[in-house]
Nanobody, 131 residues
Framework: QLQFVESGGGLVQPGGSLRLSCAAS????????IAWVRQAPGKEREGVSC????????NYDDSVKGRFTISRDNAKNMAYLQMNSLNLEDTAVYYC????????????????????????WGKGANVTVSS
């Protein structure tokens, strides 16, 4: 079965950190840009970060810039999202998404990501930031 398996979510206090992992199953990540997207209850899906396939260049939504770091390890067929200084607004289910392109551009789900998203969805990693 072709899918991602996300892990590393949990309950954390404001200011805390989590590291999300994303394992690809049934396919290799090498040729795909990888994005992390999140969806909070009652809110639309939003792109958080993206890492390109060719040179590993990254981009981040302004809301997470300086706090989150995306990375990938093609040898292990894994992608990661290090999340520091978490705040209440980061509470969401986080998904990794393979994009049918190698280079990241924008992070808007509807205008930049949805068209390229490959249907390898996992169950997501639930992140709850609460005091």
């Amino acid at each position: 079965q072709l899918q991602f398996v996300e892990s590393g979510g949990g309950l954390v206090q404001p200011g805390g950190s989590l590291r999300l992992s994303c394992a690809a199953s049934g396919f290799t990540l090498d040729d795909y840009a990888i994005a992390w997207v999140r969806q909070a209850p009652g809110k639309e899906r939003e792109g958080v970060s993206c890492i390109s396939a060719n040179d590993g260049s990254t981009n981040y939504d302004d809301s997470v810039k300086g706090r989150f770091t995306i990375s990938r390890d093609n040898a292990k067929n894994m992608a990661y999202l290090q999340m520091n200084s978490l705040n209440l607004e980061d509470t969401a289910v986080y998904y990794c998404v393979a994009l049918s392109k190698k280079i990241c551009t924008g992070l808007s789900w509807y205008s930049d990501l949805a068209y390229y998203a490959i249907d390898y969805w996992g169950k997501g990693a639930n992140v709850t930031v609460s005091s």
